[in-house]
């Protein structure tokens, strides 16, 4: 079977032929329906920090994965040949797919049963894989890190495939959402998922007294702003990762007794979570959808900030057909490319 492979930092991911895996005891196999493509793809490629996850090479990429069982291992008891499922990339094994071991750009890919969360009825195979990590990763952030409260003033800096989902979370637990985006395309959808403000930068936002900021993008300076904007005892979460260095002012952390947070991945059960929010329609992502073989090309939109949502690559039709009634949940949100 063909895979996208990573085989080292500043070279293009490489479509190879690999052997189709088989489950190990403990293990299924899932034929993969969707696959999301992630910023911290991008940074894998550009980044040598990220060699640090990676033990082996090449690694076949792709952590956000959702897909139906097609084989089950010895002690396998709890999941059967035909399960729709997604794939914790954080769970119990602590060995992440696309990084630790092979991951979700391929046909077919071996998970752990115990890193499986069950998609209910309802959730499309788009919808499921965005949750596994994008969804995920935004929920932590924002509900178990940040511990939103309803009547909080929020602001999401970056609303981009985590922000949108994680401003999203923020309406549902009854918070005022702020959003903090440079990219002007990208305000139309902050505008339907109900921010009430809309800035382009994070430091339009100082001393406006912000219960809580989560910071879904990480570029340095997004840090920086938004300690500056919360208020006495407020709370920053640290989330996105698009530069792995920042300088704050240590002054206004410490005078102002601001909690400064990091966040990362989630749980199985965060997991479980969006999918019922997903499920529900109470959390509708912007999913922009390619083909597998436009992999390589949809993590240079990412790379080049042109784009919109949460980019996940389909594996058949039935994924296609997925695919059209999440956009249905929503705006239209096509591949960059005009596909």
């Not at 309802?122 to 409260?149: E, K, R």
């Not at 989560?214 to 920086?224: P, S």
């Amino acid at each position: 079977m063909k895979a996208w492979q990573f085989t080292g930092t500043h070279q293009p991911l490489v479509l190879n032929e690999v052997p189709e895996p088989t489950p190990g005891p403990g293990e299924v196999i899932i034929d993969v329906k969707a696959a999301g493509l992630c910023h911290s793809d991008v940074g894998v490629l550009e980044d040598e920090g990220w060699m640090a996850l990676i033990p082996n090479l090449p690694v076949t990429m792709g952590h956000e994965i959702s897909g139906v069982v097609s084989a089950v291992g010895e002690d396998v008891e709890d999941y059967a040949v035909g399960d729709r499922v997604g794939v914790c990339p954080t769970g119990p094994t602590g060995i992440a797919p696309g990084y630790g071991r092979d991951g979700g750009f391929a046909p077919k890919h071996r998970a752990a049963a115990v890193d499986l969360v069950r998609m209910p009825e309802g959730l499309s195979f788009p919808l499921a894989a965005a949750g596994t990590d994008a969804g995920m990763t935004s929920y932590h952030a924002m509900a178990a890190i940040g511990a939103v409260q309803a009547g909080e003033k929020v602001a999401v800096i970056g609303i981009g495939g985590l922000g949108q989902i994680g401003a999203q979370v923020a309406k549902v637990k009854g918070a005022d959402v702020t959003v903090a985006e440079p990219n002007e395309a990208a305000w139309p959808m902050a505008r339907q998922i109900g921010a009430s403000r809309i800035v382009k930068d994070v430091s339009e936002l100082e001393g406006e007294d912000f219960d809580l900021i989560v910071d879904y993008a990480g570029f340095g300076t997004t840090t920086a702003g938004a300690i500056k904007a919360v208020r006495f005892g407020g709370r920053v979460v640290q989330v996105g990762m698009g530069r792995l260095e920042a300088t704050i002012d240590t002054r206004i952390l410490i005078t102002h007794q601001v909690s400064l947070l990091g966040s990362v991945g989630g749980t199985a059960q965060d997991v479980a979570e969006v999918y019922e929010l997903f499920a529900s329609g109470q959390v509708t992502p912007q999913i922009s959808a390619i083909d597998f073989d436009e992999i390589a090309e949809g993590i240079e939109q990412l790379h080049q900030g042109k784009a919109r949502g949460r980019v996940v690559a389909l594996m058949d039709t039935e994924a296609e057909t997925d695919a059209a009634a999440a956009r249905l949940q929503g705006d239209d949100a096509s591949h960059p490319a005009h596909r």
